[in-house]
């Protein structure tokens, strides 16, 4: 599971807009504030601005809708809650990033947008940032992913039985790829009845106005999805068989494209997907260790999905947009 690294330079051009005039610069500033509390650390309203603005470029780059900014805030901070959770995870468990393994991603970065490391350089002072921003950006992903390593990937195994019974399963789908986008509607650990059922219709009153047209569903993924990729407008790229949630085995080879699923019920919420895209097909003749590698993976996200609440389950946050207090200095 590598980093996050990053997807395109768009999601790493956090252009920090500070082109102000002197006379502006000298008038009084409004204090910054606290939007979070995450155990002992605080995060900054002037943070979440300055996130705000690297997903906006994100999705203008990608043509995702863009929900309304309070909508957008909400998201973000959610996940900068979930990252501050494993970085102070990283930090206990003495974590680190050596020089060569962060330049070795930061070439990685350039030569998937297809450039030198000089002319990624260029192109981030372009946008307003300077590379040594860059490069803490990819340090923190890199340090996230080695706690994900840790806690999640490492104790995923797959065996020989399992690779035999996908393949047995799959048969003439084992070689199709399916383009997936996804939103959760998340509820609680152990939640109540009422809690479950709120969630359920609510996933249905979503896809209810994907379905009639009303709504869009990448527009719905990033306003209202607890999913990591919601503000990927809910994408979850190109996937096989193999690489779904188990959950979805039985209900994307039944789809059509442009379909969008009845809520599906997991542990951690109901799941809506639709289908965008579908490609290969026919008897597949895959490697054991492909499908061994695909599976694992599969294995893996779902693991981590349910870490991850685990995790803010048991840190203590103080979401101060929930309450609609992000005024304290």
Same mark, same amino acid.
């Given at each position: 599971?590598?980093?996050?690294?990053?997807?395109?330079?768009?999601?790493?051009?956090?252009?920090?807009?500070?082109?102000?005039?002197?006379?502006?610069?000298?008038?009084?500033?409004?204090?910054?504030?606290?939007?979070?509390?995450?155990?002992?650390?605080?995060?900054?309203?002037?943070?979440?601005?300055?996130?705000?603005?690297?997903?906006?470029?994100?999705?203008?780059?990608?043509?995702?809708?863009?929900?309304?900014?309070?909508?957008?805030?909400?998201?973000?901070?959610?996940?900068?809650?979930?990252?501050?959770?494993?970085? %102070?995870?990283?930090?206990?468990?003495?974590?680190?990033?050596?020089?060569?393994?962060?330049?070795?991603?930061?070439?990685?970065?350039?030569?998937?947008?297809?450039?030198?490391?000089?002319?990624?350089?260029?192109?981030?002072?372009?946008?307003?940032?300077?590379?040594? %921003?860059?490069?803490?950006?990819?340090?923190?992903?890199?340090?996230?992913?080695?706690?994900?390593?840790?806690?999640?990937?490492?104790?995923?195994? #797959?065996? @020989?039985?399992?690779?035999?019974?996908?393949?047995?399963?799959?048969?003439?789908?084992?070689?199709?790829?399916?383009?997936?986008?996804?939103?959760?509607?998340?509820?609680?650990?152990?939640?109540?009845?009422?809690?479950?059922?709120?969630?359920?219709?609510?996933?249905?009153?979503?896809?209810?106005?994907?379905?009639?047209?009303?709504?869009?569903?990448?527009?719905?993924?990033?306003?209202?999805? @607890?999913?990591?990729?919601?503000?990927?407008?809910?994408?979850?790229?190109?996937?096989?068989?193999?690489?779904?949630?188990?959950?979805?085995?039985?209900?994307?080879?039944?789809?059509?494209?442009?379909?969008?699923?009845?809520?599906?019920?997991?542990?951690?919420?109901?799941?809506?997907?639709?289908?965008?895209?579908?490609?290969?097909?026919?008897?597949?003749?895959?490697?054991?260790?492909?499908?061994?590698?695909?599976?694992?993976?599969?294995?893996?996200?779902?693991?981590?999905?349910?870490?991850?609440?685990? #995790?803010?389950?048991?840190?203590?946050?103080?979401?101060?947009?929930?309450?609609?207090?992000?005024?304290?200095?």
């Amino acid at each position: 599971m590598k980093a996050r690294n990053a997807n395109t330079l768009a999601a790493l051009s956090l252009a920090l807009s500070l082109s102000v005039s002197p006379l502006a610069t000298a008038a009084v500033q409004p204090l910054d504030r606290v939007v979070a509390v995450v155990n002992d650390e605080a995060i900054m309203s002037s943070d979440l601005d300055q996130r705000v603005s690297q997903v906006r470029q994100q999705m203008q780059s990608r043509n995702i809708g863009m929900p309304d900014q309070e909508e957008l805030r909400d998201q973000v901070l959610s996940r900068m809650i979930t990252e501050q959770i494993e970085l %102070q995870m990283a930090e206990r468990a003495n974590l680190s990033v050596s020089d060569s393994d962060l330049n070795q991603a930061m070439r990685g970065v350039a030569q998937r947008n297809n450039m030198t490391l000089e002319q990624f350089v260029d192109r981030v002072e372009q946008e307003g940032m300077s590379y040594a %921003q860059v490069r803490e950006q990819v340090r923190r992903e890199l340090l996230i992913t080695q706690v994900q390593q840790r806690s999640v990937a490492s104790q995923v195994n #797959i065996s @020989d039985r399992e690779v035999d019974q996908y393949l047995k399963q799959a048969g003439s789908n084992a070689n199709v790829q399916y383009h997936l986008a996804h939103i959760l509607i998340a509820v609680p650990q152990a939640p109540t009845p009422q809690q479950a059922e709120a969630a359920r219709q609510k996933a249905e009153q979503l896809r209810q106005s994907i379905t009639s047209g009303q709504a869009k569903f990448q527009e719905v993924a990033a306003a209202q999805s @607890d999913g990591p990729q919601a503000l990927d407008g809910g994408d979850l790229g190109w996937r096989s068989g193999a690489e779904m949630p188990s959950i979805f085995d039985d209900v994307v080879p039944r789809l059509s494209v442009g379909d969008v699923s009845e809520p599906i019920r997991s542990p951690s919420g109901y799941h809506l997907i639709t289908l965008l895209d579908k490609r290969g097909g026919g008897n597949a003749d895959q490697q054991r260790e492909q499908i061994r590698r695909t599976l694992f993976q599969r294995k893996v996200n779902e693991e981590l999905e349910a870490w991850t609440q685990e #995790i803010r389950a048991s840190a203590y946050v103080d979401n101060r947009l929930e309450q609609g207090d992000d005024t304290a200095p």
